[in-house]
């Protein structure tokens, strides 16, 4: 600290030629550089330094660089404090994730299970096609004697033996509700008339839908009987395109408990 | 003369070189720049009253800076630095401003 006595701040000795003096003094001291300045101007220049060097360390970009530890402690504190929320937050929505990919897998589960449901009763029910081991029957019928009730037995027993799905000349597929008629040089099956030569398409165990025919008083034996021949092919693929249309029920609604 | 050259060249100095403020060093200089700002002000004033005394403003000059620094050391080791170094600015500054006020009577007589 400077040892000079401190005026008042209404100097008394303020006037005028006080104020030219006091400037003509400075202006000498700038003109005739004695000694005496010669350590001020030593430390000037040392302030003169320190200051551009603090202002220029100031202007790095140092937020932490001049906190005290007790500062950065709280800080740390801040940040420490702020990680933990963010922590939490993250298996907040870790947990929602997994909460909703279980929901999401436990859907396609049960997507997967309907989806195969539904073909599976899609070509029960004949809605879908088909494809897999069988056999091809032909009938020939050359004198108009195999029957309608002779191709229902075949249905029938083919049925018995296990028949998925089965398919008349390419063009009918018999399902549960499929109707059979009778009419002239052929039958009418679910509307559609076929004639003989009868190729009917049938997926299943190929060796017992084979076997199940040639019983005796069998669907073989019958035609046979009328003068008919049946021909019976084992196919390793046996394709089915034709469909039957679903209908919905009128009268039938689903029951409970199932 | 010779001072306001050595002003000019600490500050030439300063910006050509831009020197690291070292670790240790990084609390004391701004208030050690402010303690000085106020021993320069202070020996200005003493010279236009006309009592300048080199030895006095070298003396004063370093005890000022020494003091700062030591106010800031003594106030981080008590854990109140960052306190205590606001109390040296404002205690420093109102010192600054009383004696630019008198400067400026003697020079302007305003």
């Not at chain 2, 831009?18 to 200005?44: K, M, N």
């Amino acid at each position: 600290m400077n040892d000079t006595p401190r005026a008042p701040l209404d100097e008394p000795h303020a006037t005028p030629g006080h104020a030219r003096r006091s400037r003509a003094k400075l202006l000498e001291a700038l003109r005739k550089p004695s000694r005496s300045q010669l350590a001020g101007a030593v430390l000037l220049g040392l302030l003169g330094f320190a200051m551009v060097t603090q202002v220029n360390s100031n202007r790095q970009d140092d937020t932490y660089a001049g906190l005290r530890s007790s500062d950065l402690v709280q800080l740390l504190n801040g940040l420490n404090a702020e990680a933990r929320r963010a922590d939490k937050e993250i298996a907040d929505l870790e947990q929602t994730r997994s909460q909703l990919s279980d929901s999401t897998q436990r859907r396609q589960a049960a997507l997967k299970r309907a989806t195969e449901e539904s073909t599976t009763l899609g070509i029960l029910a004949g809605t879908l096609p088909a494809q897999g081991p069988g056999i091809r029957i032909e009938v020939t019928d050359p004198k108009d004697k195999v029957t309608l009730n002779n191709l229902l037995d075949g249905v029938e027993e083919l049925r018995a033996a296990g028949a998925e799905a089965i398919e008349f000349n390419n063009d009918v597929r018999v399902v549960a509700q499929t109707s059979f008629e009778d009419a002239e040089r052929g039958v009418v099956v679910d509307g559609r008339r076929i004639s003989a030569p009868y190729v009917i398409d049938v997926i299943g165990n190929p060796d017992t839908l084979a076997t199940t025919l040639d019983f005796i008083g069998g669907f073989s034996f019958d035609v046979k009987a009328s003068d008919g021949n049946v021909k019976v092919k084992k196919l390793d693929n046996v394709k089915i395109t034709t469909v039957t249309k679903p209908g919905s029920p009128d009268f039938a609604s689903s029951a409970d408990g199932q | 003369m010779i001072a306001a050259i050595g002003l000019v060249v600490g500050i030439l100095l300063g910006l050509v070189l831009t020197p690291d403020v070292p670790q240790w060093l990084e609390p004391y200089l701004p208030i050690a720049v402010v303690a000085a700002l106020d021993a320069v002000f202070g020996a200005l004033r003493a010279f236009l009253d006309g009592i300048f005394n080199d030895k006095v403003f070298v003396i004063s000059f370093v005890s000022n800076v020494v003091i700062a620094a030591l106010i800031v050391f003594l106030g981080d080791k008590l854990g109140v630095g960052a306190q205590l170094s606001t109390g040296v600015v404002v205690v420093l500054g109102i010192r600054i401003f009383s004696n630019v006020a008198a400067i400026r009577r003697h020079i302007f007589h305003a």
